[in-house]
Every structure is written in C-alpha cells, then in structure tokens.
C-alpha cells in the first residue's frame, strides 16, 4: 500500500517551495480559503495522475512568472521499500515522469502505481454540468486500476481526432474513413464493457453510502447511457455518415456517453437539494474507494477537500464513521475551520500531523 512519507513541492500553484513530512495515517491540512490547501491536496493528486484534478490546462499550474514546476514524493511502498517519484513540466509542454530517477518511457505508465481517490466541492460540475465531466469520473477511475483500458482510450481518441480532421476536408475519403471506423469500432468495444461493468459494481455501494451517510429515504441510482447497448460502433458510424459530413464532425461514438444519476428516478441534477447532491457525490467517491480498494487489495490515498462544507454535523460523524471503520489507508483533510477537524479527528486516531498554511507555506502544528 503506497503511504506519502514526504513530499517537495517547487512553484506549483500559489506554492514555492515546500518540503513537507506526513503522517501515514490521517493528515490536517487548515488555513483560510485561497491560501493554499487545496494546491497541496492537488500536488499529491498530481504525482499519483501525471495531471491536476481540477486545471484542465497545465498552464494554470505554474506560479505565476515562472516558467516550469517540479512534484517530488517518496512513498513507502510493498514490503516497507521506499520509493521516489518526480515529475517536472515545462511552459513548452514537456512533461517528464521517473521513478527512482529511471524515466518512465511513456508519462501514462505512471497511472495507476500510486491509486488515489480525491473528494472535492468541484464535484460538483459532474451534477450540473455535461457529461463530459462524468466520462472524466468514469475515465479517471478505471485508468488507474485497468491499463488496457487507458490504452484502448488513448488509441480510440488518437482516431477520432484523425476521423474529425478528415471530415473537416471538402471531400472525404469514404474507404479510408472505413478502415478508420473498423478500427474504433474494435478499440470501443471494450471501453464500453468496461464502463459497464463498473457502473453496475458501484450503483449497489453508492446506494449503501448514500443510506449511511444521508439517513434518508431516497433511492440514488446511476444509468449508464451509450449508443454501443444497441450496435456496434462501425454500423452506428457508417449510419451517421451523411449527418457527420454536414458537421464536420463525428456525432457518434463512446465520447458521447453518458452516467445519469437519478434520485427517486428523476436526474439529480434537477430533484436534488443542495445537500442531497453532496451526499451523493461523497457517496459516489467512497464507492469510487471500496472499488479500488478491492481491486487492488490494499487501499488507496483519499484526499477529502473541504468535505465538510455544506453537510450538517450529523452527516460529518456518519461520514468520519465509515472512514473509521472501513479500514481505510492514509488520508489528507482539509478545511478552514481547524478547531471542527480538530474534534471530529481527534476522537478518530491518536497517529495524526496537523499543518497550517498562509500564503502558500505549510506549518506543522
């Protein structure tokens, strides 16, 4: 189970440079909004994704007049052997992964070594947003724990921009579009088995999370919607041809699915309180957690961002009992109100580090 010992951070986000130790067990991370605890929780989540949870640009991830950032972390790994993990990126878009100083050959082998769920109020946009931001979720998770699913992905996405160019093109090559579409079509298939056979593990165990942590009576559910339940995806190419032509480019395929999530049978997104829709994307995560963790056999790290931020007290003490009681690995907290985390993870573990940050700097407290 990889277990962050320490970390150093150099001009990522608001921080400078900071070399910081944990706690291989639960972590506090306090401070007013907008001085740093979430780019800490980033940088961590960085180093396990090769990418931000939340920039989808790595140009919002340099501090501000410079020109590349550094993550270095050493996790105990099997065995209690340590390992180091460092990355470096570049304003000219160079990325570069090791381990132990050995280069990865490719940034995406990476993924998956060091499994990590993060839960944050940015969730938020997988409700109300498109469902892009749910195949991200979807895409995110079993990138980690499947690496011919990664694979799959990364080679149906290279094709598909190859398909969108060729249509931009006044005349388009109708047997060359062909082989192309032969070609996806095998990469999709199994990015839509897999996807399937995820949203059926975690619609029981997000239903369960939902019980224990609302309290209420409300059915949650989670629909997958994708055109593949119906065709293959080259039929369902050739189909769209004429339509694909007039835009210019391609309306079908498996970077339209969809995840619904419903409560009562109606979309969330609509029906759901405020606080009924956090509890459901806590739930989610948490399920997120106990898939991986039975995957994997060991758990992942958990960051939790300002979890607590709009959930009463009693949802809190629910939440902190699952964490307590379900043999979770280390974990990173973060929220402005210090002496509330204080109560809640003080009566939780005596193996515990406190930090305060300002300004982008990290106290031990």
């Not at 991370?29 to 994704?49: F, H, P, R, V």
């Not at 501090?63 to 993550?71: A, C, D, I, Q, V």
């Not at 011919?148 to 992905?153: C, D, G, H, N």
């Given at each position: 189970m ?8 150099s001009?990522?986000?608001?921080i400078?440079?900071?070399e910081?130790?944990f ?5 506090c ?21 090769t ?7 790595d ?15 050493t996790y ?13 990126m570049?304003?000219?878009g ?9 280069p ?30 749910r195949?991200?979720f979807?895409n995110?998770v ?5 690496r ?6 990364q ?7 190859q ?8 005349e ?8 192309i579409?032969m ?29 224990t ?24 190419l050739?189909?769209s ?9 391609t309306t ?5 699915d ?50 607590f ?9 629910n ?25 809640i993870?003080?009566?939780?573990t005596?193996?515990r580090?406190?930090?305060e940050?300002v ?7």
């Open positions: 990889p277990v962050l010992e320490k970390i150093v951070i001009d990522f986000r608001n400078e440079l900071q910081l130790e706690s291989p067990n639960i972590n991370i306090s401070g007013n909004n907008g001085e740093g605890k979430t780019n800490l929780l980033d940088a961590i989540y960085y180093l396990s994704m990418k931000s949870a939340f920039a989808s640009s140009k919002f991830n340099f501090r501000y007049g410079t020109e590349e950032f550094s993550l270095s972390g105990r790994m099997e065995k209690g052997i340590s390992s180091r993990f460092s990355l470096k570049t304003s000219k160079e990325k570069k992964m090791r381990r132990d100083d050995k990865y050959s490719k940034v995406s082998e990476h993924v998956g070594v060091l499994p990590i769920v993060m839960v944050s109020p940015a969730d938020i946009s997988m409700v109300s947003e498109s469902g892009d931001e195949r991200k979807v995110a079993l990138s980690q724990m499947d011919e699913y990664l694979s799959a992905l080679q149906y996405n290279r094709l598909l921009l398909r969108n160019r060729m249509l931009k093109d006044m388009v090559d109708r047997s060359l579009l062909e082989v579409d070609r996806m079509s095998a990469l999709a298939e199994p990015v839509f088995q897999a996807r399937k056979r995820f949203i059926e593990d975690l619609r029981p165990i997000v239903a369960e999370y939902y019980r942590l609302s309290g209420g009576t409300e059915q949650v559910d989670i629909e997958y919607e994708s055109e593949l339940s119906k065709a293959g995806l080259d039929q369902i050739a189909a041809f004429d339509k694909d032509r007039i835009m210019r480019y079908s395929g498996i970077q339209r969809d995840f619904i999530f419903t409560m009562n049978g109606h979309p969330i997104r609509r029906h759901g309180s405020q606080g009924q829709q956090k509890s459901f994307l806590v739930s989610l995560k948490f399920a997120q957690y106990e898939i991986m963790k039975k995957n994997y056999g060991f758990a992942p790290i958990l960051l939790l961002d300002d979890v931020d709009k959930l009463d007290m009693g949802r809190i003490s939440l902190l009992q699952m964490v307590a009681s379900n043999d979770f690995g280390q974990i990173f907290i973060t929220d402005s109100n210090k002496v509330r985390m204080a109560g993870v003080d009566g939780l005596q193996d580090a406190y930090f940050t300004a982008g700097t990290f106290s031990r407290i």
